[in-house]
């Protein structure tokens, strides 16, 4: 059986932390659709276009899932929301693993394979991620029993 050992951070360490995240989403988003636009960064290509709605079903879902938290965040719904933005952002992770749509140019550096390598540990960290919040999922669970 799992112990935990730390306490959570304050409600209001917690409830700093949401707003953060929150902003930080609505600001990716808005700087993807509006201004200055996804078209603008001068190394995607028009590739692009197969992969944003993968990256803003996973923006959305962190701000969402913030939302919530700010109002409510019981240990167990905080897992549960973790485990599907985590889940959401492995999808899109792949997604741009996929597609690709990255064009660096000549330049002296691999960017593309520096990407790559982020991609990747995006992923192990992603699958590491949801198998720690299914087991927060579970053990709580069977606390919550008792």
Known sequence: MLKRTGRRPS???RRTGYVFAIVFNA???YAIHF???WQ???FLTSETQQILGWVTASLIAGLGANVVYLLVDPPRLKSLGDLVITGIGLVAIIRVWQVFPFDFGDTSFDWAML???????GFVGSIVAMIVQL??????????RR
Do not use: E, H, Y
């Not at 990407?115 to 540990?121: K, S, Y």
């Open 115 to 121: 990407v790559r390598i982020m991609l990747g540990i």
């Open 40 to 42: 603008q960064v001068p």
């Open 27 to 29: 600001a990716a988003l």
């Open 35 to 37: 201004w200055p636009g």
């Open 11 to 13: 409600r209001a360490g």
């Open 135 to 144: 087991v927060v999922l579970v053990a709580d669970g069977s606390r919550a």
